[in-house]
């Protein structure tokens, strides 16, 4: 069984940065897309970011390109999530997600649907 620990969420002010990181175990991990999704109070959860299984392709939601950065390391089964120059409207629990279905070697999920898998989550707040 799949499982997936997020950590790395905390309080900071607009403009600060944050590097959120997934540590995945159960299986052969490192041979699916992942990616980061969000959920703020009273909203659903949307796509933030996601990365294909060799760490070659990425796919950011349009609130956060430039700004966001995911990469990968298959040696530690982990995932990162480098958040820049956060605003207040990145408040959030931020989700880890796996996709375990193979869609070819370049596939990153898009849509919160597509993952199979998902972590407790880790809390991130940006105040002003």
């Known amino acids: 069984q799949v499982q997936l620990v997020e950590s790395g969420g905390g309080s900071v002010q607009a403009g600060d940065s944050l590097r959120l990181s997934c540590a995945a175990s159960?299986?052969?991990?490192?041979?699916?897309?992942m990616g980061w999704a969000r959920q703020a109070p009273g909203q659903e959860r949307e796509f933030v970011a996601s990365i294909n299984w060799r760490g070659e392709r990425t796919a950011y939601a349009d609130s956060v390109e430039g700004r966001f950065t995911i990469s990968r390391d298959n040696a530690k089964n982990s995932v990162y999530l480098q958040m820049d120059g956060l605003k207040p409207e990145d408040t959030a629990i931020y989700y880890c997600g796996l996709d375990k279905t193979y869609s070819g070697p370049y596939y990153t999920p898009r849509t919160v649907a597509d993952y199979d898998y998902w972590g407790q989550g880790t809390q991130v707040t940006v105040s002003s």
């Open positions: 159960g299986g052969a991990v490192s041979s699916f897309a």
